[in-house]
């Protein structure tokens, strides 16, 4: 139930990736047929890609992941355009890649705007046009958030930011797959992207560069992905993305639909067995298979423990600082305290999860959520007053 925090590879992606790994396992860089061989099906990925964006193949740049596309974009955007100005907006809920990323040039001498979010976790446009200045050389804002799942307005954003001197970035990790991009139609200058979100490996990713913007070199060493990042290029993981990113794009509409009936009966199913919780994010606009309550009066970390012992992979927040103790950051800038912040839990569903699996947890969760309140000291505050 932490599909948030990654996927399994789907059998027909591994079956794509395995010769790749013996048979045809050339240097992509090599001019004989071995070589051609593995050139020929990372051009393929690229395509694929593409095709699923609405861009041109020569726009795709494949990465080791979301987080260095991320950080490639908003360096490469501030190194590129720092004659222009120095002055960066993005939000209070990035994920740590383009938040710490943005604290990394502010260091560097540039001012970053961090947009507030309402109770639901969407941004307010007039703030965005509000903090645009002549300056403003980029804009980040992401997709889909992966804690709260609250899709972002993308396509207006990218329609204000258009008629700007800035760049417009989108950290698309969580969104690939939940929701049709169109590059071009959303105005989007550079996005970042994950394989291990979709069902494909974990340790390839891709930034979508629009043509002209030229992405200054991230590695030297090589000519490979047009000279802006050397070193040999993964093959087989490459050939698993565009695989499982060929699966994910085909035909979005059917696939929300089942994780939007999981999603629904999940959270129906919560609401109708347990008491005192709050839903976190937008009850529609979220993504389909995301989940995210507060439990109030316990601890997160507890109930993720909990959960462990009873079979169930969740995650209180974000998969990358699962290991910390603070509130989330997301929670916190939703408005919520944070005592109740720490109370959070996220479920996020795949399309192998099922109504059985939902019951069981929930069953769990209800027996769970029951015995740590007796523990709890609010609680029993609560049941006196009551």
């Not at 839903?279 to 298979?289: D, M, V, Y």
Request: proline share 3%; hydrophobic share 35%; with cysteine.
């Amino acid at each position: 139930m932490d599909n948030a925090a990654t996927t399994k590879v789907k059998e027909e992606v591994l079956n794509e990736m395995l010769p790749y790994f013996t048979e045809k396992y050339g240097n992509p860089s090599s001019i004989y047929r071995l070589g051609r061989e593995s050139r020929n099906a990372v051009e393929e990925a690229r395509k694929k890609i593409a095709k699923g964006l609405n861009a041109d193949p020569k726009e795709i740049f494949f990465t080791s992941g979301g987080s260095e596309a991320d950080n490639w974009a908003i360096k490469m955007a501030a190194e590129k355009l720092e004659s222009k100005g120095k002055h960066i907006i993005t939000t209070e809920i990035e994920h740590h890649a383009v938040l710490h990323t943005c604290q990394y040039l502010e260091k560097k001498g540039y001012e970053v705007t961090y947009l507030p979010v309402d109770e639901y976790g969407m941004i307010n446009l007039e703030d965005l046009k509000s903090a645009l200045r002549d300056d403003t050389i980029l804009v980040t804002i992401m997709f889909a958030n992966n804690e709260i799942g609250t899709i972002q307005p993308i396509k207006e954003i990218g329609e204000i930011v258009k008629n700007s001197n800035a760049l417009f970035h989108t950290d698309a990790v969580q969104a690939i797959g939940a929701v049709d991009i169109d590059v071009r139609d959303m105005n989007i200058d550079m996005l970042s992207a994950s394989a291990h979100k979709i069902h494909g490996p974990k340790g390839i990713g891709f930034l979508y560069a629009k043509k002209g913007i030229r992405p200054i070199p991230l590695i030297h060493g090589g000519a490979q992905e047009r000279s802006k990042r050397a070193g040999t290029e993964n093959v087989p993981y490459i050939v698993g993305y565009g695989k499982a990113f060929e699966i994910a794009t085909n035909n979005i509409k059917a696939h929300n639909e089942k994780l939007i009936e999981l999603r629904n009966y999940l959270m129906e199913e919560l609401e109708k067995n347990i008491e005192d919780i709050k839903l976190n994010g937008h009850r529609t606009e979220r993504l389909p298979g995301n989940v995210n309550y507060s439990f109030l009066y316990i601890e997160g970390e507890s109930l993720l423990l909990s959960l462990d012992l009873a079979g169930v992979a969740a995650s209180s927040g974000s998969a990358c600082t699962s290991g910390s103790l603070d509130p989330s950051h997301v929670l916190l800038a939703i408005g919520l305290p944070h005592e109740i912040a720490h109370g959070s839990l996220r479920l996020s569903l795949s399309e192998f999860n099922t109504k059985e699996e939902i019951d069981y947890v929930v069953k769990n969760l209800k027996d769970i959520v029951a015995r740590l309140r007796e523990w709890s000291p609010l609680y029993q505050d609560k049941k006196e007053r009551a």
